[in-house]
């Protein structure tokens, strides 16, 4: 059974750096592209993120780049997201989606249950 279990979120006040991490199992987890989507309070599902199946390449959201950072570590079937200065409108329940092949042009079949991110002071 996949399962994408994601930790880090909390209440960060906005300039601040926070690291998300989404442990996955049930997969053979170098063999797929995996990445971050978000959903803010009374929004849709927003695309954050994403990774190839050996970290070689990477795509951002626009109001993004430059200020979050996606990585993986293949040995450990983790992701992460490295969020720098963080902004109001970052705040959000961030969930890691695994997508249908090792790219990123496939679409995502699994996603995990979540974690809130808020950012306020």
């Known amino acids: 059974e996949v399962q994408l279990v994601e930790s880090g979120g909390g209440l960060v006040q906005p300039g601040g750096s926070h690291r998300l991490s989404c442990v996955a199992s049930?997969?053979?987890?170098?063999?797929?592209?995996i990445g971050w989507v978000r959903q803010a309070p009374g929004k849709g599902l927003e695309w954050v993120s994403a990774?190839?199946?050996?970290?070689?390449?990477?795509r951002y959201l626009d109001s993004v780049k430059g200020r979050f950072t996606i990585s993986r570590d293949n040995a450990k079937n983790t992701l992460y997201l490295q969020m720098n200065s963080l902004k109001p409108e970052d705040t959000a329940k961030y969930y890691c989606?695994?997508?249908?092949?090792?790219?990123?042009?496939?679409?995502?079949?699994?996603w995990g249950q979540g974690t809130q991110v808020t950012v306020s002071s």
């Open positions: 989606a695994k997508y249908r092949g090792s790219y990123f042009y496939t679409a995502n079949d699994y």
């Open positions: 049930g997969f053979t987890f170098a063999n797929y592209a």
């Open positions: 990774i190839n199946n050996y970290g070689g390449s990477t």
